[in-house]
């Protein structure tokens, strides 16, 4: 058993009502958590990052668990395609923000709990301040950036770190928290991978159901750090595999040479991730500009080469494009020419500015990715375009 990462002064000040007596009976009969450790839930402060696939179903289990107040960063809309897996928000709200849809149903699972709204991205500017406020991180981030981000204001501030990923099929968890023995993200992951390489949910999908699965574990990492029970992930990575129905746990080394938690560090405040993770927009004088579907619309006499699948393409696609998945390209450079200017897409913008690359390295200077690809092309060109 660890200790909890709540004082007992704090917890100590909470009371429990006779109607939360009745709510968390199934809590307080255990021995391991008792109306002592109840309490310490009343007391505790958790941040989610995102109420997305990962965030939905934490906070919707520390909401039900009673942790006390719940903070949420957010900036987006709920979308129809986000319903197969963010169980937070449900059909009536698409078009709103997720922030008010995860608000009411947080408050209509536990009425008795705060609910804490930060409409904004989770920035180099505000993600001390927002971390400051709270007792514990769940990062359901999507994009490396946030995570490098997460990870070393956490480590800053000396606050537990319950991280969660998804790919497809596979899942991870672990808690990085040096400050409780263990590594941080930093130690497993010295550099991000090279942009573009990695695609997110939206380009390469993933299982709804998986991010449940991933974030309830990062709700009982959360829960166990609170009322000080058990053995929590800090040092362990769980792997989950739905294919193969196998939870796989590897052991994390930390890292004396870790810039943020090691021996000597270099880094004391947050940097510029986007930099940092090479995920700024690709510029004109590196020859690989990327252009908006505006500008695709207004001359459209570019050769429009679509990397996406062919079942992507079934569903929705810009007249006149010309289909070569991604894969397939390398393979295919003759059936493009060099001296005509040549616009890539795919779904959001992640594998044609890969596209983009690989045919400029090729020799194709005039080579361009549509920033946003058809998911752009369909909000701001055609509302009409079947979505997925």
Request: hydrophobic letters at 40%; one cysteine or more; glycine letters at 8%.
């Amino acid at each position: 058993m660890k200790p909890s990462i709540i004082d007992d002064k704090r917890s100590n000040a909470m009371q429990l009502s006779a109607e939360e007596l009745q709510r968390y009976s199934r809590h307080l009969m255990m021995p391991e958590v008792t109306p002592d450790g109840q309490r310490r839930l009343k007391a505790a402060r958790v941040l989610c990052i995102g109420a997305g696939g990962l965030g939905s179903p934490a906070a919707l289990y520390l909401a039900a668990a009673g942790a006390g107040t719940i903070g949420i960063v957010d900036f987006d809309d709920v979308d129809l395609s986000n319903l197969q897996r963010q169980i937070l928000h449900g059909t009536k709200d698409v078009g709103r923000g997720k922030l008010e849809s995860a608000r009411d149903r947080l408050s209509d699972i536990n009425p008795k709990i705060d609910i804490e709204l930060h409409r904004c991205r989770f920035t180099s500017e505000n993600a001390s301040q927002l971390v400051a406020q709270y007792d514990v991180i769940v990062d359901g981030s999507d994009n490396f950036p946030t995570r490098y981000l997460s990870n070393d204001v956490c480590v800053f501030a000396r606050k537990p770190n319950v991280y969660g990923s998804v790919f497809r099929f596979e899942g991870q968890t672990t808690v990085f928290a040096p400050h409780l023995g263990g590594p941080c993200y930093r130690c497993l992951f010295p550099e991000p991978p090279p942009p573009d390489t990695v695609p997110n949910c939206a380009e390469a999908g993933v299982l709804g159901v998986l991010p449940g699965i991933i974030g309830m574990l990062q709700a009982i990492e959360t829960i166990k750090l609170i009322v000080g029970i058990g053995e929590p992930l800090v040092g362990r990575l769980l792997h989950f595999d739905a294919l193969r129905m196998k939870f796989r746990e590897l052991n994390l080394r930390h890292d004396p040479q870790c810039p943020v938690c090691g021996e000597n560090p270099t880094i004391f405040y947050p940097i510029d991730y986007e930099e940092f993770c090479g995920a700024r927009a690709v510029r004109d004088d590196d020859g690989l500009a990327t252009i908006n579907v505006h500008e695709l619309k207004r001359k459209m006499e570019f050769a429009i080469v679509d990397v996406r699948e062919e079942f992507e393409y079934d569903i929705a696609r810009i007249e006149g494009s010309k289909l070569i998945p991604l894969g397939e390209l390398p393979e295919r450079l003759d059936e493009l020419q060099k001296d005509e200017e040549i616009v890539l897409l795919c779904k959001s913008g992640t594998r044609s500015a890969h596209a983009a690359q690989l045919l400029h390295a090729a020799g194709f200077t005039r080579a361009h990715s549509l920033g946003g690809g058809i998911d752009a092309w369909a909000d701001q060109i055609d509302p009409a375009m079947q979505k997925y």
